[in-house]
């Protein structure tokens, strides 16, 4: 019924499948050759053909087709040999390749506000006191302002490296992100004045277009000019991040980036356009068939519109897909949706088959498969049945209020529905988060969307002759982008707006699109009733797992990755959670969102039972400032000195009990573990890293020792108590001011755990410091390299697992 439905299965299926597996080149074409030949055979012979010998090929094909972006073999001038030659050693500033690249700018650059942003086509490259010619793409990121457009022939001077994760359980694969962008370096220049343009580039015709419509909005008195630009022309730079938090609070972030949405808004509005038009003329409503005249004129608008959005990825899919959709209108195969959805993924996947791992890929064709999938079922659930005209005639104002409800609002209702519900297991996944507020709040924008993208369109049409006629267009658009704000931070100010979720699992995604499936087909079967409640079932049955494993006979130990930081998670046996400190970065990347969350939440946990800081430094604090506000916490642990700021205003807002810490707290029993606070004692006139909060955790045999920052004069104050320990977090990150002799002497540890940033400017852990571990006949596990480090126990021995190098040590 649908053909291309289980081909483009079999597309992605196999391109998972050489994503898991890793598969190799000569393997798979191999067996796409095995696969194709009984296709040819019947095409030869000219036999019927079964369209279920077409599955494997396609298979197969998928798998091929991904190799070369998930195991890429680069020529031997590609910029990342010069980087892997160039950098030396596992740690400090050496791993980075310092040198000077000369290339030409892909896109215009993005300014932040604080650093600036551009992709870079890399020609040549300083190596070793010689030039040498080179390829490959540099994600580029400039200290301050570097306004160089596209096609401009610049030079730089600064550190080359390549691209890698923090290394923890359900973090964002940053790395593969940018391997499927085919970027594999990643350069970072100081300031401004060491990147230059050598020769200006023209940036083409879609530049110039780009850059001319850029600025018109800026030159308009437009009061919304950074959401103009990101609706026309692509650029989000500008938008202010409170105002970007409210889109993603009310589940309407994707109208801010250009999707299938706004290029289906033009597609439809220059049909209805072109087809009013056509109609008004009899002569050529007798010649030709206007509504594919109307079809076929709506294709130029629709490529206009991407041409000026630069044709980003997402763009060219979008256009590709509206695309398909009025081909098969135009060719009069347009009422097998599912078919017609099919081609245009698979057209997509064919030239970027690495679109499967693509989350624009996945919402833009999730949202439209469930659309054309959900609506019609929804529809008919929702029929009761009743038929106009029995009974008394009904006043015209009704009447035509139900005409409203029934033709326009409960279509967009439904729509907006079905949408919704399929994404919601994708966003969830992603981004942890589910807009509560996501169906109203898109009712109201995403009509007001419509209204928008074809006015900014007709603007940057006309301007290129009348000014005066674009600025008119420009001001109508920023009229109705104001309601369009206005409403959505309406919802976003409800309470509730929207709930930061735990990531689902791959069995309650399933569970979740099985409950949607048989939801909606119930009236077509009433065992799908039956059906959809022990789904039910299930889940509960889910979540009480997760509930019940949280108490277990072992106190389980994380200690994050969380860069040149600390950050340490205990899990007791009694189910009780306690994490201390938070990390922190430069450069406004928020690690508590990005990495400390999102960890967490794929551990299933909400609730942080005491949250503690060993001292008031942005490395040790900074990232508790988003656990505090999102998540659940019982008390606030620190030492009492220094300033928490905006940590303690979110700490006193929420009411979240605030103790000080310090060697009159003595011991504690939390979840079934003892917890001794062993430093300060309020007494030392040490600096900030002496004073941290030492805190010992013991369970049966078994201690864990949590240092922060202390350093050898902090050392000196506690070596004069029982300071033993199976397991040490290293003093200070390592650092050769720390871990004294003595110390260590005391400690005797059995195990280091080393929290520091890969590639860190201070070049932590220090060799003298890591010879003293091992000279203490101490195993040393470092976040840098091993990633995320979790030690367990069961009171007598110990369990090490190192998330990036693999298994148990």
């Not at 699109?513 to 065992?527: E, G, I, W």
């Amino acid at each position: 019924m649908h053909p291309l439905v289980p081909l483009l299965a079999a597309f992605i299926s196999g391109a998972v499948f050489s994503g898991l597996t890793g598969i190799g080149r000569g393997a798979v074409l191999f067996l796409t050759i095995c696969t194709l030949l009984p296709v040819v055979v019947f095409s030869i012979k000219k036999r019927p053909f079964n369209r279920a010998l077409a599955v494997p090929p396609f298979f197969f094909i998928g798998a091929l087709f991904v190799i070369p972006y998930l195991r890429p073999e680069f020529p031997a001038d590609h910029i990342v040999n010069f980087v892997r030659g160039g950098a030396a050693g596992d740690q400090g500033s050496e791993a980075r390749l310092q040198t000077t690249v000369e290339g030409t700018v892909t896109k215009e650059a993005e300014f932040t506000g604080e650093r600036t942003r551009l992709g870079v086509e890399a020609r040549r490259i300083l190596f070793e006191g010689v030039w040498r010619e080179t390829t490959g793409t540099v994600l580029l990121t400039v200290n301050g302002g570097a306004p160089f457009g596209a096609g401009d022939y610049i030079r730089f001077t600064g550190s080359l490296k390549e691209p890698y994760n923090y290394g923890n359980p359900g973090e964002f694969d940053y790395r593969m992100y940018l391997q499927l962008k085919s970027v594999f370096v990643t350069g970072f220049v100081k300031k401004p004045g060491l990147a230059e343009r050598l020769e200006a580039g023209n940036g083409g015709l879609i530049g110039r277009e780009r850059q001319r419509i850029r600025e018109l909005v800026d030159s308009s008195g437009a009061r919304n000019k950074a959401f103009l630009k990101a609706l026309i022309i692509s650029d989000t730079a500008g938008i202010d991040p409170s105002e970007r938090e409210a889109f993603n609070s009310t589940g309407v972030a994707h109208i801010l980036s250009i999707s299938g949405l706004h290029v289906g808004v033009v597609a439809l509005f220059a049909y209805s356009a072109a087809l009013f038009l056509l109609k008004r003329s009899e002569r050529l409503m007798l010649a030709v068939d206007v509504k594919k005249a109307a079809l076929a004129f709506s294709l130029i608008p629709v490529f206009f519109y991407g041409m000026i959005a630069g044709f980003p990825v997402s763009t060219v899919r979008s256009v590709i897909m509206v695309g398909a959709f009025i081909a098969a209108l135009f060719l009069n195969r347009g009422r097998d949706f599912l078919n017609t959805l099919a081609l245009a993924a698979l057209i997509i996947l064919l030239v970027s088959p690495h679109s499967v791992w693509d989350l624009s890929f996945q919402l833009s064709f999730a949202a439209v498969f469930f659309i054309i999938y959900m609506t019609p079922r929804l529809d008919r659930l929702l029929d009761t049945g009743k038929k106009e005209g029995g009974g008394l005639r009904k006043s015209g104002l009704r009447a035509c209020i139900e005409r409203v409800l029934t033709r326009r609002v409960k279509p967009a209702f439904l729509v907006t529905l079905a949408a919704g519900a399929g994404t919601a297991p994708i966003l969830a996944y992603n981004f942890h988060r589910v807009s509560l507020v996501g169906l109203g709040a898109n009712l109201a924008a995403v009509p007001l969307t419509g209204a928008v993208v074809p006015l900014l369109l007709i603007s940057s049409a006309v301007s290129a002759f009348s000014p005066g006629l674009a600025s008119v267009f420009l001001i109508l658009a920023d009229l109705a982008f104001t309601l369009l704000l206005i409403s959505v931070k309406a919802f976003a100010s409800l309470p509730y707006a929207s709930a930061w979720v735990t990531t689902p699992t791959a069995l309650e995604m399933v569970l979740y699109y099985a409950l949607l499936f048989f939801a909606v087909n119930f009236k077509k079967d009433r065992r799908m009733k039956y059906a959809a409640l022990f789904v039910i079932a299930l889940l509960a049955a889910d979540r009480g797992y997760y509930a019940y494993s949280k108490k277990s006979p072992e106190l389980r130990v994380t200690f994050i990755s969380v860069g040149q930081g600390d950050s340490e998670l205990i899990e007791t046996p009694e189910g009780a959670t306690m994490l201390i400190d938070g990390g922190g970065v430069w450069g406004g990347f928020d690690i508590g969102e990005k990495v400390l969350a999102p960890f967490l939440w794929s551990r299933k946990i909400k609730e942080i039972d005491y949250l503690v800081l060993s001292h008031a430094q942005r490395d040790h604090m900074d990232g508790l400032k988003f656990i505090a506000g999102n998540f659940s916490v019982g008390e606030f642990w620190w030492n009492g000195y220094g300033d928490l700021g905006e940590l303690g205003r979110i700490l006193r807002k929420k009411g979240i009990p605030m103790r000080t810490v310090d060697g009159a707290f003595a011991t504690r029993v939390v979840g079934g573990v003892t917890v001794e606070t062993l430093h300060p004692s309020g007494r030392e006139p040490f600096d900030s890293n002496n004073m941290c909060l030492v805190l010992r955790i013991g369970y049966g045999k078994t201690r864990f020792l949590f240092t922060g920052d202390i350093g050898e004069d902090a050392e000196g104050e506690l070596v004069k108590k029982d300071i033993r320990a199976e397991v040490l977090k290293a003093p200070h990150h390592g650092s050769r001011y720390s871990s004294s002799e003595g110390f260590l002497k005391a400690v005797s540890p059995s195990v280091v755990v080393v929290s520091a940033g890969r590639y860190n400017v201070f070049r932590f852990p220090h060799a003298q410091t890591l010879e003293r571990y091992r000279a203490a006949g101490a195993k040393v596990l470092r976040t840098d390299t091993d990633g995320a480090v979790t030690v367990r126990t069961d009171g007598e021995r110990l369990v090490e697992e190192a998330y990036l190098t693999g298994g148990r040590r």
